[in-house]
């Protein structure tokens, strides 16, 4: 993705084929992320999205340009200096590589800075979270284009209905991956019940109806476990899965989200009447209970009826569990401990005993009781019964 918009936008995509099979590099320029510069030697070294490393060859003839994030062309880029680059940016060596693809002796070095993506970024999860709806593909209507999703709010289960156009912007994860700009473009026959899907739009007069310009698919997997041993070094976390005991191994990239779930947090929290989860069992997105910062609503509070209230008629959809766990401060994996209840996030990978995360919080346990729907009387607990019938859907993150 961004190698595609970055190239694009340069005009460069049709005319230079990728070399090696690495799509960040042609014969013409390589594109990546400056991750060491050498003013001495005037050279910097970049990493690509694929991960081959490049070194750029700088002379006095090479000349720079900065361009803003979202510019199509070069008409509005501004010139800088060999002084204004920084580690972060990111550039397109612009000359000719080498045959082995390691170097590039670059005529003109095109740079979005390190600052200007992160406040682009920014406003993009901004304007996923205030246009965004988050759910579970329930049903699909091909005849008609029509997606419906569950949408699991603080209120209750809601159905929501998302009918697609040609002008939709549909992209999919791929398997084993775990970044939301890497999603491929898709079509509405990769659809299946039980993916999840986050979809940027408009809401209608008709809360249950969500008019998409994007959306985001892909078939998850999400398991609940206790931590046996952990490797920082590898980035692997090992576990025993709640339900079946099964060993797993989740694997943890450098775009891998790992949050803490707070004990207090769950506090105020019960069981509702008839077994169901509580108040803060909703299903996607959401702060928890209270829509001023993410605290909890208290346990004593008048239950709200179907489709009332946040996330019902009227509401927010947007307002329920996962936007309160995406904003939960981040965690590294040196923070999880042996012996935590974590819930992991994975697409569905070749391997079904090693997933790589996309998104896990640890602490799990107070939020898998919070969601457990009460047992059958002489019925044993089952730690894992919340999982299923949670609503917990953030394996699609955001920009």
């Known amino acids: 993705m961004k190698t595609f918009f970055f190239a694009a936008a340069l005009g460069l995509i049709t005319l230079f084929a990728p070399q090696g099979g690495d799509p960040n590099i042609t014969a013409k320029y390589a594109l990546g992320e400056v991750k060491s510069i050498d003013a001495t030697a005037k050279q910097l070294t970049i990493k690509t999205d694929a991960g081959s490393t490049v070194t750029v060859s700088l002379s006095d003839k090479t000349t720079y340009k900065k361009l803003a994030p979202g510019e199509t062309s070069l008409t509005n880029a501004s010139d800088v200096t060999f002084a204004d680059l920084a580690e972060g940016d990111r550039i397109m060596a612009r000359g000719n590589v080498a045959a082995d693809l390691k170097s590039v002796p670059a005529l003109m070095v095109i740079v979005m800075t390190k600052g200007d993506l992160a406040k682009k970024a920014d406003a993009e999860r901004a304007e996923w979270r205030r ?38 912007e549909l992209r999919r994860y791929a398997p084993d991956s775990i970044k939301f700009a890497d999603a491929k473009p898709s079509d509405f026959g990769e659809l299946k019940v039980g993916d999840q899907l986050r979809a940027l739009g408009d809401r209608t007069e008709d809360p249950l109806r969500f008019n998409p310009q994007k959306v985001v698919t892909g078939s998850f997997r999400t398991v609940g476990g206790v931590v046996t041993a952990i490797d920082p070094a590898t980035g692997e976390i090992k576990i025993n899965e709640l339900e079946k005991k099964t060993p797993l191994t989740i694997v943890i990239k450098q775009d891998a989200v790992l949050r803490r779930f707070p004990s207090e947090m769950g506090m105020g929290f019960g069981p509702r009447p008839g077994g169901g989860p509580g108040g803060a069992a909703g299903g996607q997105g959401g702060q928890g209970g209270s829509s001023g910062g993410g605290q909890p609503a208290q346990g004593n509070a008048p239950q709200r009826p179907q489709g009332a209230g946040p996330g019902g008629p009227g509401g927010r959809p947007g307002f329920n569990i996962n936007d309160m ?69 953030f394996g699609i993150g955001l920009p």
């Open 131 to 168: 246009r965004g709806m988050l759910g579970v593909i329930t049903a699909l209507k091909p005849e008609t284009k029509e997606i419906t999703i569950s949408n699991r709010t603080m209120a209750g289960t809601q159905s929501v209905v998302i009918p697609v156009t040609d002008k939709t």
């Open 325 to 393: 766990l995406e904003r939960l401060p981040t965690i590294s994996i040196a923070d999880v401990k042996v012996g935590d209840t974590i819930i992991v996030s994975s697409t569905q990978g070749v391997n079904p005993t090693r997933l790589t995360a996309i998104s896990l919080v640890a602490g799990a346990d107070t939020l898998l009781a919070m969601l457990a729907p009460r047992p059958q009387a002489g019925q044993a607990p089952n730690p894992a019964a919340g999982l299923g019938s949670s609503g917990i859907s």
